[in-house]
């Protein structure tokens, strides 16, 4: 596990950092735990997101992601453990949590039978410190809604009642968000759009607490990841951290006899051969550059590869490396 | 603008009423068939005691049936809050956390005060003739609303408790066959024993005793007081579960 790590990653720095003392993270938890009957959900979590970073929990389904979210936005009582969230504690100041911190859920919480404009004016009217009147329309043309902001929301796709949630979340202009799973089940166009989402929203300042099954996700958006498993967390780190343990994007060459095979590797000495699939696999960028010379190099020698792909390390890769199982087992 | 959260709560559960038809025909329409059905259909094979008009008989007990129509919506209502995570929105937002049980308590209430005066309006059409006088009348109102309150808290802890919006309809449902078993339709001592036995000792009975008693101009404190203390009680229980689990669903 990383210990120092800097926030200006792919250089972003913290404009938050003037408002708020440097040494006061946006979310500190040491040592939680959960319990539900005898199965220990989360045992011993320990973990520091600072304020306006996105810090995303990666594991795969049953891992207690929502279980961590859930104890972290004062929905459940943790069994052992402290948690801080905006400097306040979870336990005995739950209140001044709440007024912090925007929880969107893993599931679209909107209400089906109001229309989008209604769902966020019924956010407003119960946000007393909201003073912004013109907020509905502005987050509805934020989140490109205003189109369908008088329909019900039960006619709206899954993307735009993610968009909505996360709208109606945003209501409050809170300075800690948790999104759990923010883009599970979403198609890829709507994924990017929730990605350039969370994005403007890290530019306005604000802290995000993410979770995520997809390492892709959590490479795009946060600036420290932190791997769930089994109630543990098993890496934490920068993505680059964490990409150092694992293996990386690779080439894959599946060749028709052995003796291709052999001459192959021969000649590409920094593959690794596996000879029961008859495989070769090359370290590469994944560039076009760097693949042009692996072919460059296989027509030097008039050699063919039967199957030629670009692998790159999904959850899977990150599992099988930190823990030596993969994710199914967790999951099933 | 500083709306009290229960009543910003109250007005979404009047909207969703609204945009939700079947569950107005429920609350409302279904008590007025039913009145229709027992009045006209099956009025004249029940021998409810020399000299009495069914509809007169029969209007107290399906006013307390309206009550209990109301309550399936009002399940479903809750649990879908409850499992679409909308409960747990309000949960972390910074609000009085029992704005919106007490949301759906008072809009419950509020369709069943709507049924019962759409079922009077429709009785007094079929000849229905009350001896009661203004306090009676106010009696039968208090009545009402203090049943629709306690069947209200307990619905919402049904709600609350459900694994999915069909079984927190099931989980509705004894509470609308219950007056079935009651002296609703036809009085309990015409029924078979065990069954005679039932009717008198459950809550509905006296409710409706006290109704009857208030609507006929000769009410019966007796089962007036039983009435009240049975609603007091399932209040209390229905409050209390509803608030433990509330707080302790995620």
Redesign the interface.
Known sequence: MSGTVSAAWRGRVSPDAEAKPMNTPAIAVSGLQKTFGDKVVLAGIDLEVRAGTVFALLGPNGAGKTTTVNVLTTLMKADGGTVRVAGHDIATEAKAVRKSIGVTGQFAAVDELLTGRENLQLMVDLNRSVTNKGIVTELLERFELTESADKPASTYSGGMRRKLDLAMTLVGSPRIIFLDEPTTGLDPRSRRTMWSIIRDLVADGVTIFLTTQYLEEADQLADRIAVLDQGRLVAQGTADDLKRQIPGTHVRLRFTTAAELDSAAQILTDGTRDDESLTLRVPSDGGTKSLRAVLARLDEYALSAEEFSVQTPDLDDVFLALTGHNTEVVAK | ???S?SI?MLR?NF??LG??PASVFNAVLMPILMMFMFVYMMGDAFDVGAGIDYVDYATPGILLMAVCYGLGGTAVAVNSDMT???I????????SRG?VLTGHVIASVLTNVIAIVALIGVAFLMGFSPSAGLVDWLGVAGMVVLLGFAAGWLTVALGLSAKSPETAGMAAVPLVLLPFFSSAIIPAEKMGPGLREFAEYQPFTPIIETIRGLLAGTPDSGDAITAVAWCVGIALVGYLWARSTFTKR?
């Open positions: 603008m500083s709306t959260p910003v979404r909207k969703h945009r939700n679409k995570g909308i747990n929105r309000f949960k972390v937002m910074d609000v704005a995620a």
